[in-house]
């Protein structure tokens, strides 16, 4: 047992964060510099970190982990680039034994938390395609088939929407049409959507850890710097203590995540997954509290549209739905280990009952 | 990273699960029940002599010269055959490597980690907990020895200590912090009175407070250099601030494990913030369990993590405090109507947690200055 970073990990991560660095927006008016968001599409694709999920024979290019390290470098920059839908995309026809094409993404079904899926020839429901490449122009969905899956698109053509003001959300309306995908070689079955669904648990995991310590990258300096009768805010006591319960929570945050992104290609689907509810419901938690803190600790400024810590903020509330928030995994955790009998998830995700996770409760006791 | 065994690491779990299949000792739950304490020499003693305890240590101390990530195995393994957690003293190890001289390591390393010599840690005084450095007890030289004088509190196990790890001002004259000496006194003594506490969850073979009246040890027994108490006292509370020096992990599964147990039986008698409650628990504790497969992997490049000790200890504190609240959730009414209540008796010593070792107030006030780097205030 090793859980450190081989020396291609620890390069990664290092190139990864400077690369995320020197390209994400640094403001929010850095949001609308085109050229700076395309000189950074472009330098994640030449670095070859859309093809990491590919096939390499026999396997991915590249494990979980590495997929995880590229995720939580860009969520720490709010880079304002595709990386985890087209991951998941190649991930999914990878299984399928598609080719390699990088102008598909996958089509998510309302909750945000699974594929479409679309028995027959038309979509019932609309479906959202999450975090696409500008130039992605369809989304695949899974058509049941017997117990398994073979997998077919729905053209794009809706606007791009979303809270998130770094990823792309684009919502196909109910009635689209399903076209046939021609060179799906297997069947994906059960096993193999399970297995997809916690490299995507992984990798949100991932971003909301790079997420929270980015936020706070920003914020502790501010602490530091502004001054309030006479003396620099983070020298209060009051201050201080929510500041050092964030990092507690990130730190807590990446060990649970750092595992989650081993267990994707190193244990059975059942495994895997589990490994990813856990990462995902203590990192959905802990980010929703690290960045409320950071607006917080910014005081009137950190709620204004210009301050960028909300930018967190609302990137973190998408990677906290997509594969589901912590509710969510707290209601599959009592599923398979409590043996809770609920019925289907409601469709906002949320388990019934008067604790919805979210509701304030921060992953620390507040008295300790 | 890999999380899977090494090859050397499955024989050790291997042979680590046979042996806890033949000699659980059935033991209570430590926090709980005194009648753990009654026995838990015994199984110290136990587990060093399969060869199971001291995994990271010296071998010339009677450890077994391991990487200190075989310390989470046996907290894996402990927690899945339903057994004690390892002894918790890890901490006064490191202390007595880090600023013992070579002939007192020899002295007290062996008996200390075989469970042969018990100890205790004489830090707290009734003036002295979260200023520990205004602590008052003196030890005043008096030819060979030192005389000491004062009032400790919240020294565990004090009751059955045969050494306390004591701090004491030497020289009353300098800074408060650099008038302090370490020494290992021997509490077979007169001058020496024991006084139990009671815990707020009943137990009282935890808690106690040592009244020294002019009792003696040797100027040998000096662990460091006169006056460097305060960094021996440093070295040992950041460790001890480690769940993976302590070995809690192992409690904290066991407990989600009952719990879960209970709610398995028929959940649907369990109401949905309930089960949330447990869920939440299984999530913190599973977080704590990787967080020490990190930070024990990170010491294999020769991290000490210092500060980043007390972030450990807050993330320690919540699951502990989380893992109490989820118990007294499940159990519901009983935790009102039985004051024997296991999960009452569970919640009511996880509330020592943020307090133990270093209040939560201190640790916080630790990770802002030391590992942010924010302003003094």
Redesign the interface.
Known sequence: ??????PE?AELRRAARQLARELGPATVADLDDGARAKRLTGAVHDAGWLELRQDGGGGPVASG?ESAIVADALGGAVADVAFTGPALAADLSRRAGCGATDSAVVGFAPNLIDPAVVPGRVAATPIYAVDAAEHVDVASVLVPTGPDYRLAQVQLDGPAEGADLTRVIRRIPAGASLADVHDQRRLLTHDDVAHWSALGLALTSADLVGLMRGVLDIT?PY??ERRQFG??I????A???L???A??LM??????A??AS??VD?LAPDEACAAGR?AK??CARAARTVCETAVQVHGGIGNTWECMVHVYLRRAVLSSQWFGDD?E???Q??RT?????TPAAPSSGR?????A?SSGRP???A?? | ??????PA?AEFRARLRTWLADHDPGLPTSSTDDDYWAQQAEWHTALYDAGFFGLSWPGRYGGHDLPP?FD??LDQELAAAGAPPRPSLGYLVQGITTHGSDDIKDRFLPGLISGRERWCQGFSEPDAGSDLASLRTTASHDGDDYVINGHKIWTSYSDVADWCFLLARTDPDVPKHKGISAFAVPMHQPGIEQRPLRMINGITTEFGQVLFDGARVASENMIGAPGEGWRVAMTIVSHEREPGELGFVARYAKTVDDV?KE??AD?TTF???Q??????A???A???R??V??RL??R??GIQHGPGGS??K??M??VE??VG?AALAVSGPRAALDTEDVPLKVYLYSRA??VMGGT??V???I???R???????
Not at chain 2, 1 to 6: A, E, K, L, T, V
Not at chain 2, 275 to 280: F, G, I
Request: one cysteine or more; a negative charge.
């Open positions: 047992m090793d859980t450190r970073d081989t990990q982990v502790v602490a530091s003396v620099p983070g020298s209060f006591q201050v201080q203590h500041l050092a319960e990092r507690c730190e807590g945050s990446l060990s649970a750092l595992y081993w267990a190193e856990v419901a203590y509710g995994q707290l209601l955790i009592q280990r409590l043996g809770v009998d388990p019934p009952g008067p604790a996770p992953p620390g006791p008295s300790g | 990273m890999d999380y899977r065994d090494s690491e990530v989470v195995i879960e709610v398995r959940p109401r949905p913030d089960l949330d409650e447990v869920a939440w299984f999530v913190q599973e977080m704590l990787l967080h497969c990190r992997s990170e294999l490049d972030v450990d807050l993330l504190t919540w405090q989380t609240a947690q943020s939560s107030q640790q916080k006030n990770v802002a200055s590992v942010l780097g924010l302003p003094a205030p």
